[in-house]
């Protein structure tokens, strides 16, 4: 069974910086591309940040790009997202999500339970 278990995000100030990780259990982690998905409040599903099976080829949101960084470890089965020079903006609800397959443009089939990243002073 998929298991995609995000790290506790937080609160940060503006300029500041927060890590969220991803456990993934249940399939083959290295077939698959991964993705960061956000939710800010009432608003609609954004993605943020793709990565393929093996780590090579990233992708960003235009919204972040140059400050967030996307990162997989295929032998702890993780995959991380370094957020820096965060924004009030990016106040939302962080996803992992499982792609199905290898190729970032393909639709998610798992998805985390989501942590939330709170960007205040």
């Excluded at 995609?4 to 259990?25: N, T, W, Y």
């Excluded at 702890?76 to 992992?96: I, Q, S």
Aim: charge should be neutral; hydrophobic fraction near 35%.
């Amino acid at each position: 069974q998929v298991h995609l278990v995000e790290s506790e995000g937080g609160l940060a100030q503006p300029g500041g910086s927060l890590r969220l990780s991803c456990a993934a259990s249940g399939f083959t982690f290295s077939a698959n591309a991964m993705s960061w998905v956000r939710q800010a409040p009432g608003k609609g599903l954004e993605w943020v940040s793709g990565i393929y099976g093996a780590g090579g080829e990233k992708f960003y949101a235009d919204s972040v790009k140059g400050r967030f960084f996307i990162s997989r470890d295929n032998a702890k089965n993780t995959v991380t997202l370094e957020m820096n020079n965060l924004l009030p903006e990016d106040t939302a609800m962080y996803y992992c999500a499982k792609v199905a397959g290898d190729y970032c443009l393909n639709p998610h089939d798992y998805w985390g339970r989501g942590t939330q990243v709170t960007v205040s002073s």
